[in-house]
DNA sequence: TTAAATTTCTCACAGCTTTCTCACAGGCTG
DNA sequence: CAGCCTGTGAGAAAGCTGTGAGAAATTTAA
């Protein structure tokens, strides 16, 4: 077993290559899970709590550069390109496009295994910083871990929308974020630019949390910008 | 000019290569310090304020892993590591170690660029609270990150315009900005030339944060040409 | 499986804010 | 004084947001 606790997607289509992969990453106690197109990848992504992607860039669908661009949209998570495409200037462009390693093939299971280690490690130090998972606001608070709602001292329902919402602007205490931005973290990238329905959803949230909605004490409106929680 | 402002580090006793990287480095724009030993590079950690270390390996007076060791006592610099050793039980060790990641010679430009913009960005990503967002002229206060704008201890509302004209001021405070260059850099290339909108929405800007709006404090009128934000 | 309940989205419209335009006043310069 | 530039107030036009009602979609329960 490792220290991590992690869960990888292999994203390959040399189904000898990705038995390879799976077979190391099973000895050394990682989780993971397997697909072959870049389709595939991203419905992965979004169904399961992926914490590393490994990325084959020759894919049958798309190109794994495309794959590296759209997840970087909306997640962080690290992406380890395993290429057989040895040119420097692909190696450039998938770093740049948001890939934080390059391994050509031929590689050693040990080396793998280093650079996944290394790659978590960044992870982890990251997220340690932002270890915090209550935060409040006057009396409303949040349980990121317990996926809870409070106001004063009582549980607040919210549905899962809301929660997003609300979760994203705890998230960002102070800051106002743009309808365009919240509108890709809550709905996903490919929602598009209507803010009808960012507008909707706001007003039911508003309507629990606030105790005047046409008067927020909580989050505020910036007409033509977006919205921000206060920061007290 | 690259988007990064770092300082790297090169240990490298090869004066060849170290002549090498340090002329990628200048092409990009990267300032740099040079040392060929150990006992030089852990000199250079505490007297400098060093941003990045690209390391060798096989240094005259101690091992490069030993370096590595030392410096994570106390130390969260990105470590590249440049060896010429390609055993994978080095990479690994070295990875393991603490290296965020490992380049074996020979090794391009190109490469090597794109691996320290991928380290770079992960360091900044890390401390992006360390990059100044709040600037201060007199009472009046500007938070971009927040897009928050403060007069003394107040919150200001700002329309978008108006907060896009001040930032574009405190963004470079103390510079006279000509009318065209504001109308460009706030209404976009398409706008035309017209300075009617700008001067309304001036005055009104002027309004909220001059005391005096006739005989301004903070954004002073530089007749035939622009405006300009007080410097201190 | 179907049915009920909940959640989410869409539409239409009212009310408000922001932005632009116009007209004019005042100051500076030659 | 005339010409040019800048500042300002008023008002129109455009744009943005909040909201209720109901449709559509999704989830939960039976």
């Given at each position: 077993m490792n220290q991590f606790n992690a869960n990888i997607l292999i994203v390959e289509d040399d189904v000898q290559i990705r038995n390879f992969i799976s077979y190391t990453l099973k000895a050394e106690g990682f989780k993971y899970f397997t697909t072959g197109t870049a389709q595939g990848a991203l419905n992965q992504l979004i169904t399961n709590q992926i914490d590393l992607m490994l990325l084959?860039?020759?894919?049958?669908?798309?190109d794994g550069m495309d794959v590296i661009a759209k997840v970087r949209e909306w997640s962080d998570i690290p992406i380890l390109v395993v290429s057989a495409r040895d040119q420097d200037k692909e190696k450039a462009a998938a770093l740049d496009a948001g890939a934080d390693d390059y391994l050509t093939k031929p590689f050693s299971a040990t080396e793998l295994m280093a650079r996944i280690r290394v790659a978590l490690r960044h992870m982890y130090k990251q997220n340690s910083a932002s270890l915090q998972t209550v935060f409040t606001v006057g009396e409303l608070s949040i349980d990121l871990e317990k996926r809870l709602v409070y106001l004063g001292s009582c549980e607040l329902h919210t549905t899962p929308l809301e929660y997003s919402l609300l979760a994203l602007f705890f998230k960002n205490i102070g800051k106002v974020l743009t309808t365009g931005y919240i509108i890709k973290q809550v709905w996903?990238?490919?929602?598009?630019?209507?803010?009808q329905a960012l507008r909707a959803l706001m007003a039911g949230l508003r309507r629990k949390i606030e105790e005047n909605p046409a008067n927020p004490r909580y989050i505020m409106t910036e007409i033509g910008v977006g919205y921000r929680l206060v920061d007290e």
């Open positions: 084959d860039l020759g894919l049958p669908d798309f996903g990238s490919g929602y598009g630019t209507d803010t």
